[in-house]
């Protein structure tokens, strides 16, 4: 008997032994759905009436009647037990549903002795297979228009099954975080916050694995993204819980992980999630795609001495930084940080406002990212929002003529929400218009980077290079006039081969032109730099052997971003650390990081 599998989890697909089945009409793919999601026989009437609401009766049965002729044939008629007054799937038809077998594997988890929101390790296999099913929600992309009754259905049967993948990849990354397995763990966490980008939990999750997996930057960005994300589509800020998980964070106050559960007989690389991607090789290195089982037999785990690596081999470029910082007297300056992907721009550049936010000064930073130069103003709008929420709220901007805060409603609406009295804005119909509305944008932020008697304020814009055409109009004019206040504004871009906008090339020239700017171009670390790096995160009194040194020199070619990860891979076990030859595989998540982050 010929098997037909139902893939109804994305867009529905039916197969016969694997060829795909064209079927005519969309109301038999909704009939097929029908039966087999419910796994029961239903009345002819009733069939015909959640269908064809819009027909009489006898009408509504004889559609029903052809749909089922037309249906049965496309499916070789071994599937349907179809009655005089009832129609249902047959008991032996040689049938596959990706929604059952989704079910099938959730329920065995609930016959493992514990409460249904926990999870065992005897649950991986189960979880992660139900998971890999999930290819997108219920009938993505299928409805009938003319038939409320069955979308009404749809909508709840998509809804049910997305809140149980919700679950299953919840349970998922709380398992693997107590296998100690964080990269498996980040993996499924996105994915599980992907489902709900509002869901505070999910991004305390994510805070706290990469923490844990000695990604503290990542860590951060993920309090921030929350921020913005919560902002935008709700107006709110984090609850207190996010904002004190942040704060312990930043001041490497990290909550130890879950005691380490003992690990399970299933293979490690059975438990990964399905998803995982081929690696992006050092340029020196071939990471090979062996197991990290077969790599972790001849490992010894480095014993280092806290997570956050030390700033090493930048003592030149910090020097520089604080120099530029300290001839602003009056006027504005600018600081470019140059360097290729992983070089450590964005670190240098946090490291620094930490510093000056310590002397007192007012510090605000913002990102541009690769998939959003398309939006106009995106890290100016993330900027001011981030700005405000440090003053505490809106009131701070009352000091401010009513025409600039009208100029600046324009990308922050809730302005004209809560202050009845600005205006709506002209419309912005000519170079004059447009010029008040960048005059309004400068005189805010002006206002928000200073403090009476405070040092000279700190704008940083980071990964300038994705900046959207917009925003660099803006910074062009910013330029212009920073020699009239004593701000800094800081760049870290890629350099010239990055350059995709000319607005940029205008930015960087109207730069050079003031006067005021420092490049600063960041290098490779030298040997002597690792040497240092690795020296400073071992226990007291561990060997190092300057064959390691050697090796890791070799492969990163002094990287920074890289040598970070093959030390967090050391750290877990995951790379030998031996003088020999044996060869360093990068295990699935560090790879998938690696072609993630560059």
Known sequence: MPRLALHLLGSPRIECDGTPIEIDTRKAVALIAYLVVTGQRHGRDILATLLWPEYDQPHARGALRRTLSTLNKALAGDCLDIGRETVGVAADANLWVDVNDFNHYLGECRTHGHQAGEVCTACLLPLSRAVTLYHDDFLAGFSLRDSPSFDDWQFLQADILRRELASALERLVQCHTALGEFDIAITYARRWLSLDRLHEPAHRQLMLLYAWHSLRTASLHQYRECVQVLDQELGVAPLEATTRLYREIKENRVPPPPEKLPKPALAREDRKPYSETTAMPSRNSSLSSSSSSSSLSSTTKIPVANAEYPLVG????????FEAYSSINGGGRIIILEGEAGIGKTRLAEEFLDSVQER???????????????????????????????????????????????????????????????????????????????????????????????????????????????????????????????????????????MRDARLHQVLNEAQRSGKVTIIALTRLDQASVRELVRSVLVNGTELTAGLVDRLYGETEGLPFFLLEYLNAMAKGQLATGDGDVDWSLPGGVRDLLQSRL
């Not at 930048?314 to 930084?321: G, I, T």
């Not at 541009?368 to 009131?395: F, M, W």
């Not at 809730?414 to 009845?420: D, V």
């Open 314 to 321: 930048r003592s030149a470029e910090q020097s520089a930084l």
């Open 360 to 498: 007192g000064a007012v510090v605000l930073a913002t990102r541009c990212y690769e998939g959003e130069t398309h939006l106009a103003y995106g890290p100016v709008i993330a900027l001011l929002r981030s700005a405000i929420a440090q003053k505490g709220d809106l009131n701070h901007l009352d000091e401010l003529p009513v025409a600039w805060r009208s100029e600046v409603s324009r990308l922050l609406p809730e302005i004209a929400i809560q202050q009845p009295e600005v205006p709506v804005p002209p419309p912005l119909d000519s170079p004059g218009a447009q010029s008040r509305f960048f005059e309004g944008l400068y005189q805010v932020l002006l206002s928000l980077c200073r403090r009476p008697g405070s040092t000279p304020g700190v704008i940083l814009f980071d990964d300038v290079h994705w900046a959207d055409s917009a925003s660099l109009e803006l910074l062009s004019y910013i330029v212009r006039r920073l020699r009239e206040q004593p701000i800094c504004l800081v760049f870290t871009w890629r350099g010239k081969q990055a």
